[in-house]
């Protein structure tokens, strides 16, 4: 009787564990895909920006910049150049 007792409960004991072991992985793996989703949106982001300051500085218009507080406008080179 008592044998099938503690039986009973070390098997509880073990389902609590894989259950919560589970449960763990499970949140883990989730917020893996959250952070791995974020870098990558950080990613694009810093991509669409460098994009957007080519094509607005190959129209040969100075292009400002804003970094805290300090401002700097971008010009292209090719703008730069004098014509033979």
């Known amino acids: ?3 099938k007792f503690f ?3 070390l098997l509880i004991l073990l ?3 894989l259950t919560y072991i589970a ?6 793996s989730k917020q893996q895909q959250l952070l791995t989703a974020y870098q990558q949106g ?3 982001g810093y ?3 460098i994009i957007q300051l080519v094509q ?8 400002p910049i804003y970094i805290q507080n300090q ?7 090719a703008c730069l150049k004098q014509p033979d």
């Not at 401002?71 to 080179?77: H, K, M, Q, Y």
């Open 23 to 28: 449960v763990d992985k499970y949140q883990e």
């Open 42 to 44: 950080i990613q694009l």
């Open 15 to 17: 389902a609590i564990s």
């Open 56 to 63: 607005q500085a190959s129209t040969c218009q100075p292009v």
């Open 47 to 49: 991509e669409q920006a």
């Open 71 to 77: 401002s700097i406008s971008l010009v292209a080179v």
């Open 7 to 9: 039986t009973l409960i």
């Open 1 to 3: 009787m008592i044998k």
